[in-house]
Each structure stands twice: as structure tokens, then as C-alpha cells.
């Protein structure tokens, strides 16, 4: 369930920010998605002039672009496994971003008055990579969200999508709906039946409305068996690229 939004020059824009806070000899997670592809373009490019960088595909698809671009890529294991150089910086799209209030919550997301949601937290997950997202994301120094104005919302309240096991999918549906969610399977484009992730897996688009406490619900859905990995992103950005009509804005988190 890929989100529609702004303009492709805002998330050339974005895209192209961040990409420019890439330094020489860093190995960086390459995202997947729309404004994603913009920064792994402009890092392309950079390469070309004699940037030396290393890549972590996020997906199929950022490693077919990373290699049209010609930039040298690492398996994750390789990046991160005992001997791996690390991942110094990802960028990476969203599919939502809660902007806050910068009132009624700490840094970790917890709830502490009106506003529980602090800025920051993110959907993923459009483009059903979303658990290989959130293990470069997770393991990368610096984590870099590049967007346009249009994912940008003060509370998260779009779908969350749920990378499931084919056998566990009745069990996580009866779980979200415990958890006051509607599941709904994702079904393939052009072609019968559900979404396949890269990782064999099922994806349910899980609505809960409003989401109070995103930290609370990433806690309930990490710990339901069945579910491999889920697109609440809570505490890991490091900044957020937005680009505009007239040029982008950086939020600093």
C-alpha cells in the first residue's frame, strides 16, 4: 500500500539533502521507496565525482538501484557482523511522520499529558520492507527520514503494516484486533493474491485510528507471535529532511 503525496521535486529535494550529509569513506543504509531513490541518485552522482561510500540495501529494489548507480554495496551481515565496518548513516523514506507538539512527552515516547507522541515517530512500511528498514535503521549511527509536507501529521494515524508469517496470519489478525486494530491483507498489484515480502512473507495493514502511544502499540506488536517485524518507528530518527515548494526544511530530533 505505497502513500501518494507532494511533488517529485519536494522529495528530490529531501532526498538530495540528505544525501548530501554523506561523508567520504561512510557506509550508508540505502532506503527503498520514492524519495529514497532520490537520495541513492544524488549519492550516485557523487560516487561518479570520486565519493568513496559503501551501500546497505534495504530491499530488491535499492540494490537494483544502488547498482545502476554504480554504488558498492554490503550485505547487512557484512556491515554489522563481527568484523563489519558498522553503518555510519541510513536514509531513509516514511509513510507518515508525527511532527508533536514538543509538549506532554519525553524523548522515549512516553506518555506524560495531553500530547504522548513525540516528534518523530514513523510509519513504514508502504513498500512492504519495512523489517529490513528497521534493521539498517536500527543498527546505522545516524538515522536520516527525508519526506515531503504531506506525510507530516501531529499523531500518527494511518494504517500500520505487520510483516506476518503465512502460518500465523489468523493469529496476529485475532491479536491487532485485541489490540483494538482491523487487519486487512494486503493484496498484489496486477497479479492475484496477497504481497509477498522479499522476506516470503505475508503484510496486514492493521488501522487503529489515532495512535495515542506509538511506543505502547510497537511494544504490543513486537511481542505478538506471528509477526516478524512491524512499521512503527519509535526513537530512531536522527533528523527529518522535509522538502518544500521552496527549498527543505531540517528538523533536528
Not at 180 to 204: I, M, Q, S
Request: charged letters at 25%; hydrophobic letters at 40%.
Amino acid at each position: 500500500m505505497k502513500t501518494s503525496g507532494g511533488s517529485d521535486a519536494m522529495k528530490r529535494r529531501a532526498g538530495e539533502s540528505a544525501a548530501e550529509r554523506v561523508t567520504d569513506g561512510d557506509v550508508v543504509g540505502l532506503g527503498t521507496g520514492s524519495t529514497a531513490a532520490h537520495a541513492i541518485r544524488r549519492l550516485g552522482d557523487r560516487v561518479d565525482a570520486g565519493l568513496d561510500i559503501r551501500g546497505v540495501p534495504t530491499s530488491f529494489a535499492s540494490r537494483e538501484l544502488a547498482g545502476e548507480e554504480e554504488i558498492p554495496c554490503l550485505d547487512l551481515p557484512e556491515a554489522v557482523g563481527p568484523k563489519g565496518p558498522g553503518i555510519d548513516v541510513a536514509i531513509d523514506g516514511a509513510d507518515q511522520v508525527a511532527t508533536g507538539t514538543g509538549e506532554g512527552a519525553d524523548a522515549g515516547g512516553e506518555a506524560d499529558g495531553d500530547d504522548p507522541v513525540p516528534g518523530g515517530a514513523l510509519i513504514k512500511g508502504g513498500g512492504a520492507a519495512h523489517a529490513r528498514e528497521k534493521l539498517v535503521d536500527a543498527a546505522a549511527d545516524h538515522f536520516l527520514v527525508v519526506a515531503d509536507p504531506s506525510k507530516e501529521s501531529p499523531r500518527l494515524d494511518r494504517s500500520v503494516p505487520v510483516e506476518v508469517l503465512p502460518a500465523g496470519r489468523t493469529a496476529v489478525a485475532a491479536a491487532v484486533r485485541e489490540a483494538g486494530g482491523e487487519p486487512t491483507l494486503r493484496c498484489a498489484e496486477r497479479k492475484d493474491g496477497p504481497v509477498v515480502t522479499d522476506n516470503g512473507n505475508l503484510v496486514a495493514d492493521c488501522a487503529f485510528g489515532e495512535i495515542a502511544d506509538p511506543a505502547a502499540l510497537s511494544a504490543t506488536l513486537s511481542s505478538t507471535p506471528g509477526v516478524v517485524e512491524h512499521g512503527l518507528f519509535v526513537g530512531f530518527a536522527d533528523e527529518v529532511h522535509v522538502g518544500t515548494e521552496s527549498g527543505v526544511r531540517v528538523d533536528e530530533l
